[in-house]
T-cell receptor, first 118, second 114 residues
Framework: AQTVTQSQPEMSVQEAETVTLSCTYDTSENNYYLFWYKQPPSRQMILVIRQEAYKQQNATENRFSVNFQKAAKSFSLKISDSQLGDTAMYFCAFMTNAGGTSYGKLTFGQGTILTVHP | DGGITQSPKYLFRKEGQNVTLSCEQNLNHDAMYWYRQDPGQGLRLIYYSQIVNDFQKGDIAEGYSVSREKKESFPLTVTSAQKNPTAFYLC?????????????FGDGTRLSIL
C-alpha cells in the first residue's frame, strides 16, 4: 500500500516571500502521479499542480513549482511571491497509474496549514 | 456553470438514524468519488464509481452505502452502523479514473451527531 507523509503540520511565510512544503511517499510502483491540492478556509479542494512520475522535468504552474526527486520519493511544493490568498491547508496526494485495485485512487497526506502574513 | 453540487452544507444525525448526502455533477464525468475528512487528517476514500450502476469500496467503506443509478448523481448514505460519523464529507468527479484526469471537488457537507 502507498503512504504519503507531510512532516510539517504548520508553516508560515511573509507576503511576497518564498516557502517550500515537504512531502515524501512510499511506493513500490514506477508509474504514478503526484498532486498538490489546496484547501482554503472555504473547504473546497483545489488542484494546484500535478507531476507524472515518468517525466523528469519538474512541473510548474505560475508561482507554484515542485521539486520531484523520484529516487528519494520526495515531492516538495515551492510557492514563490506568496500572497495572502495562498493561506490554506495544502495536501500532497499519490495515485498509481498501474492497473489493479488501487488504480485511480488518491492517497492523501495529513496536510500542512500554510499561513501567509502581511 | 459546470460543477459539483453537494447538499446539504450542514447535516445533523440522531442516534440510530440513516442520513443521505447528495452529490450531483453536470460535468459529464464518468467517475465519481466520496471522501471523508477528519480534523488534522487528509482525505480518505469511502466509495468510488467508474460508471453508472457500478461502484467499489474504498479504504473506509464500513457503515456507508452508495448508489449510482444516474451518471450525474452519486448519493452517500451514512448508516446507523457507522459509529463515528462526525466528519466533513467531500464528493469528487473526474472524466475517467486515472491520474491524467484530475478530480474536481464539491464544497462538502459537514455531518454532526445530535
Amino acid at each position: 500500500a502507498q503512504t504519503v507523509t507531510q512532516s510539517q503540520p504548520e508553516m508560515s511565510v511573509q507576503e511576497a516571500e518564498t516557502v517550500t512544503l515537504s512531502c515524501t511517499y512510499d511506493t513500490s510502483e514506477n508509474n504514478y502521479y503526484l498532486f498538490w491540492y489546496k484547501q482554503p478556509p472555504s473547504r473546497q479542494m483545489i488542484l494546484v499542480i500535478r507531476q507524472e512520475a515518468y517525466k523528469q522535468q519538474n512541473a510548474t504552474e505560475n508561482r507554484f513549482s515542485v521539486n520531484f526527486q523520484k529516487a528519494a520519493k520526495s515531492f516538495s511544493l515551492k510557492i514563490s511571491d506568496s500572497q495572502l490568498g495562498d493561506t490554506a491547508m495544502y495536501f500532497c496526494a499519490f495515485m498509481t497509474n498501474a492497473g489493479g485495485t488501487s488504480y485511480g485512487k488518491l492517497t492523501f497526506g495529513q496536510g500542512t496549514i500554510l499561513t501567509v502574513h502581511p | 456553470d459546470g460543477g459539483i453540487t453537494q447538499s446539504p452544507k450542514y447535516l445533523f444525525r440522531k442516534e440510530g438514524q440513516n442520513v443521505t448526502l447528495s452529490c450531483e455533477q453536470n460535468l459529464n464525468h464518468d467517475a465519481m468519488y466520496w471522501y471523508r475528512q477528519d480534523p488534522g487528517q487528509g482525505l480518505r476514500l469511502i466509495y468510488y464509481s467508474q460508471i453508472v450502476n457500478d461502484f467499489q469500496k474504498g479504504d473506509i467503506a464500513e457503515g456507508y452505502s452508495v448508489s449510482r443509478e444516474k451518471k450525474e448523481s452519486f448519493p452517500l448514505t451514512v448508516t446507523s452502523a457507522q459509529k463515528n460519523p462526525t466528519a466533513f464529507y467531500l464528493c469528487a468527479s473526474s472524466i475517467s479514473q486515472g491520474g491524467d484526469q484530475p478530480q474536481h471537488f464539491g464544497d462538502g457537507t459537514r455531518l454532526s451527531i445530535l
